[in-house]
């Protein structure tokens, strides 16, 4: 079967510091993957996807990138994080081609910057 | 475009009460329909889905029928229980290779003994 996970489930950052999340899959090859950002008392905000090894869309120009160097493996990061980056990130996953457009979520990972 | 409309919240129901959060989409072509639910702390949970016009997904008691001629897939649960508190999402599917979803902006139900 297959399983996500992300890491850390929790993170306190000051304003200015850099960021790294991560997200890897199990049991799947060559998933998309995908980053949101759920802000308080907020739905969900796509931040990136990706098809493929190298292969990243952003959909929102930010301070945040993402990068893929592997097949399973999806890292969010950071330079010089803000206070508006706070939130919960969740990472997904989809087995990608035609009719199979469900997403499954990873268990997020709670950003909060002082 | 595509996009969600969502019944905003909080919903505030007692125990063995009818459920009933609305969702409309506009969507060009011929969406995939979803219902999310995430529990506090958690990430989301695929509750339900529905690929084309009138069918009906059900899960755990709740059911959605995707209606085409509205467009709509609202969300229903005969009899709700306290451990169904949570934010419910509803989700459309861009049918692109990609598969991104877009999602509503959640509805926080309460339920209360």
């Known amino acids: 079967s297959q399983t996500i996970h992300q890491w850390p489930a929790t993170l306190v950052q000051p304003v200015g510091s850099p960021l790294s999340l991560e997200c890897t899959v199990e049991g799947t090859s060559n998933p998309n993957l995908y980053w949101y950002r759920q802000a308080a008392g907020r739905g969900l905000q796509l931040l990136f996807y990706?098809?493929?090894?190298?292969?990243i869309s952003s959909e929102v120009p930010q301070n945040l990138s993402a990068s893929r160097p592997q097949d399973r493996q999806f890292i969010l990061s950071s330079k010089k994080l803000l206070l508006s980056d706070s939130g919960f990130y969740l990472c997904a996953w989809n087995r990608g081609g035609a009719g199979t457009d469900t997403q499954y979520f990873g268990p997020g990972t709670r950003l909060t910057v002082l | 475009g595509n996009s969600v409309t969502q019944m905003e919240g909080p919903v505030t129901l007692s125990e063995e009460a009818f459920l009933t959060i609305n969702c409309t989409y506009t969507a060009t072509g011929y969406p995939s329909l979803f219902w999310y639910v995430q529990y506090p702390g958690e990430g989301l949970q695929l509750l339900l889905k529905a690929t084309k016009a009138d069918d009906k997904g059900s899960n755990k008691g709740f059911e959605a029928t995707y209606r085409k001629e509205t467009t709509s897939f609202h969300l229903e649960k005969g009899s709700v229980q306290v451990s169904d508190s949570a934010v419910y999402f509803c989700a459309l599917s861009d049918q692109s290779g990609a598969n991104n979803l877009f999602f509503g902006t959640g509805t926080r139900l309460t339920v209360i003994p």
């Open positions: 990706s098809i493929g090894i190298d292969q």
